[in-house]
């Protein structure tokens, strides 16, 4: 039986084991055992270890066959030495794991003005969080060439479900911009996530990229409307840019200022997925 290791056990590697089930043997690194009920209740067999304590990774060291890397960079930087730590826990021993699917973000593109990209598209990234996921892949793809360990990339916008909508900021009032100032932006269920995760490690590309997107086309401020509408709650309020400097946090305006739209033809034609939730509409139904 084969050897699966989460590395990041939030929400969607819970989801991915749910899916995976007893066709493998699941392994997952967590900081600390108050979380370890959680993931014996979906067949994950916990492990203590913490990726920024390089010391306390030895166990997971020649452990698995395939590596499903969800864990965040550190909060803080420009590199993401979390990333560098695992790296060197997965080659110690020199028994390598066949394949690894890490979970980036969009923001690796920066600011495209609105337009509509694909994986092509030369990374820009104008935050330190977003330099960090440019780190990230780069380590990644160079241990994959060095080791012949077959990494595969997806890029990831704002994840979505029924436990991970903008539920407080809404209830807050909190504003959006103007639609004729607004930005596009972009989003996949976490359902529909965890099973793009799983095509990805059965049938993506080695040293290959996937922007994960579903179909929508919509702008930031469409989307808190229609998750207001949803929950009736009222739609935020709308404001200028100059406005929004004023009343907004450094984080959402460097979110706002960022504006594309992800081209997935690579994630349907070479992983074959058919989205459950292919519209936000169609995802906060389903909930």
Known sequence: MQRVLFIGCGDIALRTARLLGQRYQLYGLIRHQDKAKTLRAVGIC???????????????????????????????????????????ALTKRGILPQRLIYISTSGVYGNCAGAEIN?????????????RRVDAERQLRAWGRQTGSQVVILRVPGIYAANRLPIERIRAGLPALLSEEDGYTNHIHAQDLARIAIAASLRGQSQRVY?????????????????????????????????????????????????????????????????????????????
């Open 46 to 88: 916990p492990i203590v270890g913490d990726l920024d304590q390089p010391a306390t990774l030895s166990r997971i060291s020649g452990l698995a066959h395939m590596v499903f890397h969800f864990a965040p960079p550190p909060a803080s930087g420009k590199q993401d030495t979390r990333t560098r730590h695992l790296l060197n």
């Open 119 to 131: 994986e092509s598209r030369t990374v820009n990234p104008q935050t330190d969080r977003a330099c």
């Open 211 to 287: 922007n994960v997107v579903d179909e929508d086309v919509m702008k930031m401020g469409d989307y808190f409307d229609r998750v207001a509408d949803v929950a009736g709650l009222p739609r935020p309020p709308r404001i200028n840019r100059a406005e929004a400097s004023q009343r907004l946090t450094p984080a959402m305006l460097s979110f706002m200022d960022e504006s594309r739209r992800l081209c997935a033809h690579r994630l349907h034609a070479e992983l074959k997925i058919r989205l459950h939730h292919p519209t936000l509409v169609t995802g906060l139904q389903a909930e």
